[in-house]
């Protein structure tokens, strides 16, 4: 049998001692559950989330979007406006 020695923060630890004994379990059973899991699916067991709460393929396709938004309004393919009263006076002119 071989030790796993981790450095973690401590409150995390301390969420997570929380977290697991709510569950039933302790930090070690834990930690022998993921890694039992991520050896039978061959990968990470859960999908992993930015800070924003996306998944890292959401976040860059975001990412593209606006920068997509961009060079349409630098190259007039779009217009942008400075304020959604400038906005709204727009959609009303053309509505009339």
């Known amino acids: 049998m071989a030790t ?3 450095r973690i923060d401590d409150n995390l630890k301390k969420k997570a001692n929380k977290t697991f004994n709510e569950m039933g379990l302790d930090i070690s059973s834990a930690v022998k559950l993921f890694l039992h899991q ?3 699916e061959q990968r990470i067991p859960f999908e992993i989330r930015t ?3 996306y998944t890292i393929a959401e ?3 975001m990412i593209r979007e606006v920068n997509q ?3 349409d309004i630098r190259t007039g393919k ?10 709204h006076r727009d959609i009303l ?3 009339a």
């Open 4 to 6: 796993l020695n981790i």
């Open 93 to 95: 002119s053309k509505n």
């Open 38 to 40: 991520s050896v039978t």
């Open 59 to 61: 976040e860059d396709e």
């Open 51 to 53: 800070v924003n709460g």
């Open 78 to 87: 779009l217009k942008g406006y400075k304020s959604i009263k400038a906005m």
């Open 69 to 71: 938004i961009k060079e």
